[in-house]
């Protein structure tokens, strides 16, 4: 029941409007020379307000807005002199990114990618002023792509969720995408290796959605163990293959020692005993659909954007429905027990 309301709280989340109505003047920036310029295209004070005014832009999304101009000096970002600038392309390729694994595509400005792709492709060919509106525009849609991807798309108290919401400082972050020259990595942004490791499965099992997901059926035999020999083995080494959880190409129909490593790590990571036994609970396991498991796994990644990012070396989590321990160093879990 807790997750059906979580579904539909994501589904009726009221999006982000991101329509401009208005035309903006470029003007020379304040307290800035050509000499120390990127670009020479450049807003103003008064244009940034009358965009947050004629959006309906809150604080803190207003706020963030302000301090991005003002910290560049109200210097255009995304659209300059050659078109689009390589930051912007690679913010679009994240969001690209961010649509194709987590599947919400909610926040796509259709027209304002439309001429992003003309940027792109024929450079700056309209006079000065109408690009201002452009790269306010884009600014407006990279901060609710970053809030969204990064910070979650709902407030976690509606859940009763009380663990304190991650904070982002989302204008310092969209200033150091702005003013770097090199590849966005995901070591500059506010998640954490479980989120990333998560994030990564969720890529390997959508290379298989269209996979035919077949039932796995012990048929005769109540349980498997080392040593045994069947020909279900071959079909189970496949999908644990497919599931990233046996790292070999090994298909053979014999219960060995590859296969050990595989199912404990299946069983470990699905809350089940781990005995290396293929039994009845590990076959309803891994008989669960793609889809469904896509599901699941994307409904954590949301409450995983809401979680503060330790930073510190050493981290102890208590998962209470898993009744487990974890104790990270440095990123990497080094124990993991029943707790009591």
Do not use: C
């Not at 103003?44 to 309906?56: E, K, L, P, R, T």
């Not at 050659?82 to 796509?108: K, P, R, V, W």
């Not at 008989?287 to 809401?306: D, F, G, S, T, Y």
Request: glycine share 4%.
């Amino acid at each position: 029941m807790k997750q059906s309301n979580f579904i539909t709280s994501l589904i009726s989340l009221v999006l982000l409007s991101l329509s401009v109505k208005a035309d903006f003047i470029l003007s020379p920036a304040r307290g800035m020379n050509d000499s120390t310029s990127v670009t020479l295209f450049h807003t103003d004070s008064s244009a940034v307000a009358h965009f947050i005014q004629s959006n309906q832009l809150q604080a803190p999304l207003a706020d963030q807005f302000r301090q991005f101009y003002n910290d560049r000096q109200y210097q255009h970002a995304w659209v300059i002199e050659d078109g689009l600038s390589e930051q912007a392309q690679m913010l679009l390729n994240l969001y690209n990114q961010f649509i194709y694994y987590s599947g919400d595509s909610s926040l796509t400005h259709r027209e304002l990618l439309a001429q992003t792709g003309l940027l792109q492709s024929e450079g700056p060919n309209k006079p000065l002023q109408s690009y201002s509106e452009v790269e306010l525009q884009l600014t407006n849609f990279f901060i609710a792509f970053l809030a969204r991807a990064y910070a979650g798309k709902i407030d976690p108290s509606n859940l009763q969720w009380h663990i304190p919401r991650k904070k982002i400082r989302i204008a310092a972050l969209l200033k150091k995408f702005a003013s770097s020259e090199d590849a966005i990595t995901d070591n500059w942004l506010p998640i954490s290796k479980a989120y990333l490791d998560m994030r990564a499965h969720v890529l390997r099992l959508k290379s298989f959605e269209q996979e035919q997901w077949k039932e796995i059926s012990l048929v005769k035999r109540k349980m498997l163990q080392v040593g045994d020999t069947a020909q279900i083995i071959k079909t189970i080494k496949s999908r644990l293959i497919m599931l990233g959880d046996l790292k070999t190409g090994d298909t053979t129909s014999i219960y060995n020692q590859n296969l050990i490593s595989a199912v404990e790590g299946f069983q470990n990571r699905h809350g089940l005993s781990v005995d290396a036994i293929i039994g009845p609970e590990f076959i309803q396991a891994v008989n669960i659909p793609i889809q469904a498991k896509l599901e699941q796994m994307l409904i954590n990644m949301e409450r995983m954007r809401w979680m503060p990012v330790y930073t510190e070396k050493k981290t102890v989590v208590v998962n209470i429905p898993e009744f487990k321990l974890h104790v990270f160093q440095d990123g990497d879990e080094v124990l993991n027990r029943m707790s009591s």
